[in-house]
């Protein structure tokens, strides 16, 4: 069992109803006790009394049950960090607050004529001014189709939490002397309380407020407001049913996702059941571009990998700062040839050791519990194995670490991380500096194999070096990632308010989360550009128009992914989608004729709708 689904059963009373994520085999039906909520092929989202899971993990219909993980916003908090890598001197830190803008803080080349029109930006994160004019248009109507805040009170179907509010909604509300206290929707109240606001800004403001424009300034907006997880933030669960509302917001038209979130953990090669879904959602839903941040993570020293011989031993030593009230874990991925003995220890001296499918608990002196070490047998989305050690909260500060041996031995290699603490960055749990690698430092849900990975670079520099903190790959299972680069430094955008009286502002902020949106923004004009067209062809566009990496870059290649985003030039090799012939069908290529697209035929301006139903 999984040791996230191990300690969701342990965490509280047996009658109470928990979220989850299953992989249901292939035409099975959902086992009894399981409430489906948001499917995308063969994985969904359900709910289920948490005495009830283990008999549904071993249900004969289950491939996988999973607890949700707990994702966050990325930004380069570097700034607030006292453990993390510090900016050299002179390095702005988290923002700066209503700066003037500068002539490359410009997004939109000149003379586009594409907009975004027609088309929808859809953002899922935290925080949005949902009043800022860069939202609005001319006559002060909203842009937005819908707003789902996740944290509020309410049941709407099917989630059964948090507040829907649509655009006949958001308007009321905008003409109101108090637009935030008429919707009971301030973006003040968020640990992130700009983030979403700042991302959105940079792929679709319009400028009005005196800015810079977004990318797709005339884009139509979905914005999820993710929560209530752990510290407010989101969780992959919260993440999927997002996902399946702006699907079905969107009624049909083409959508560029933005999710500029992360943490450090997961296996990463792209198998975690929510890249699985996202993936099936690409391939299965036409018009759906899915853009995500690789993370800020590169000097942070929270990977570490190598290769262990059979007979030999490794030590995996790590520095809790001080105590915190969020769980601290690290990870280790191996393959599932191989069998290794996993030993914890604890700054006290004490020791915990778990064979292969087996689980240990350390305890100090007095035998109070400080953390649980579990050794999972081939996780059945990938086969390969699993050590997990999770500190409880509280655990003492100090020196900790993991020794793992081979016992058998077949491949040898191994992959660790210590999750991100986005409840408590000050805590934030650091391998030593000379045994972390900078290298596959991906955010655990951008390794998919559909999704575009966006890392970051310094626009406003005239080398256009890569950022200082930009995460890179490979993936676990040898992929490069990020795909591509775009501006992620000190980027200029819109900023939330405390209250609708303040003047309408803008900040700069620094992250792959401003990365990505670019690219979002840039996806948007292509889909006008291209019209109805495969995702796959809007890819291979936006691949073939990159520009070289910088030459400061050279010796960083892997960092830039295949290049650095080129908006006019993608554009144009969009246009020249349209030459498409009449009659082939743009979903597979082939003639529309073919039997696989007479069941959907994407020339055709009257295709249905997807239904509004559970099931995408």
């Known amino acids: 069992m999984d040791p996230g689904l191990q300690e969701l059963i342990a965490g509280g009373g047996p009658d109470e109803v928990v979220a989850v994520i299953v992989r249901l085999q292939p035409g099975s039906p959902p086992p009894p006790g399981l409430r489906l909520v948001a499917q995308f092929g063969d994985v969904a989202t359900g709910r289920a009394a948490r005495g009830a899971l283990a008999t549904i993990h071993g249900h004969a219909s289950v491939a996988s049950l999973k607890a ?11 700034a607030r960090n006292p453990f993390a890598d510090r900016p050299p001197p002179g390095e702005p830190g988290l923002s700066e607050a209503d700066p003037a803008p500068i002539d490359s803080d410009t997004r939109r080349p000149e003379d586009l004529a594409e907009t975004g029109r ?6 899922i994160d935290w925080g949005i001014d949902f009043a800022h004019p860069d939202f609005r248009n001319a006559d002060g109507s909203t842009r937005l ?46 640990p992130q309380p700009s983030h979403g606001t700042h991302v959105l800004g940079i792929a679709a403001g319009n400028g009005r407020a005196g800015g810079p424009q977004g990318v797709a300034p005339e884009a139509d907006m979905i914005f999820v407001h993710l929560g209530p997880g752990l510290g407010d933030l989101g969780n992959s669960v919260d993440l999927l049913e997002a996902i399946h509302f702006v699907v079905r917001a969107a009624e049909g038209r083409p959508v560029a996702l933005n999710m500029s979130i992360g943490r450090h953990a997961g296996p990463h090669d792209g198998t975690l059941l929510i890249e699985r879904a996202i993936d099936w959602l690409i391939v299965n839903r036409p018009g759906t571009v899915v853009v995500q941040s690789t993370g800020n993570y590169y000097s942070r020293n929270v990977h570490m990998e190598g290769r262990l011989r059979e007979g030999h031993s490794e030590r995996l030593p790590f520095e809790l700062p001080r105590s915190d009230a969020h769980p601290a874990t690290v990870e280790i991925w191996y393959k599932g040839t191989d069998r290794f003995v996993a030993r914890a220890f604890g700054p006290d001296g004490g020791t915990a050791t778990a064979e292969l499918g087996a689980n240990a608990v350390l305890r100090d002196r ?65 391998f030593a500096p000379g045994s972390a690698s900078p290298l596959a430092t991906t955010g655990s849900i951008c390794n998919a194999m559909r999704t575009i990975a966006v890392g970051a670079y310094d626009a406003h520099d005239p080398d256009q070096p890569i950022a200082r903190f930009s995460s890179t790959g490979p993936t676990r299972d040898g992929r490069r990632k990020p795909l591509l680069v775009a501006p992620g430094v000190r980027i200029l955008s819109v900023r939330s308010r405390q209250s609708v009286h303040e003047p309408p502002g803008y900040v700069r902020m620094s992250g ?105």
């Open 366 to 430: 007095e035998g109070a519990e400080l953390a649980r070490l579990y050794h999972r047998a081939a996780d059945p989305n990938n086969g390969d194995n699993l050590i997990a050690l999770v500190l409880r909260p509280m655990a003492p500060a100090g020196r900790w670490g993991i020794e793992i041996t081979g016992s058998d031995v077949a491949d040898g290699r191994w992959h660790a991380w210590i999750e991100r603490n986005a409840g408590s960055p000050a805590s934030q749990a650091v």
């Open 118 to 123: 027609g088309i929808v930006v859809a953002v």
């Open 68 to 78: 949700p993980r707990v994702y966050a916003g990325e930004t380069d908090v570097s």
């Open 512 to 616: 792959t989360s401003m990365a990505a949106p670019h690219v979002t923004g840039a996806i948007a004009l292509m889909l006008e550009a291209a019209g109805h067209q495969p995702v796959a062809a809007i890819r291979n566009a936006l691949f073939g128009a990159l520009k070289p990496a910088s030459p400061a870059g050279a010796d960083q290649a892997e960092r830039w992914g295949y290049g650095v985003l080129d908006i006019a030039a993608a554009v144009a090799a969009a246009r020249r989608l349209r030459a498409t012939p009449e009659g082939l069908c743009t979903r597979h290529g082939r003639s529309a004729k073919h039997r696989r697209c007479q069941s959907w035929n994407m020339t055709n301006p009257k295709r249905p709708k997807p239904p509004a139903s559970v099931r995408l």
């Open 145 to 190: 189709i819908g707003l789902w805040d996740q944290r509020a009170d309410g049941v709407p179907a099917p989630y059964g939490y948090g507040r829907i509010h649509r655009r006949g909604e958001i308007d009321r509300a905008l003409r109101s002397e108090d637009p935030f206290a008429t919707l009971s929707y301030r973006p003040s109240e968020s």
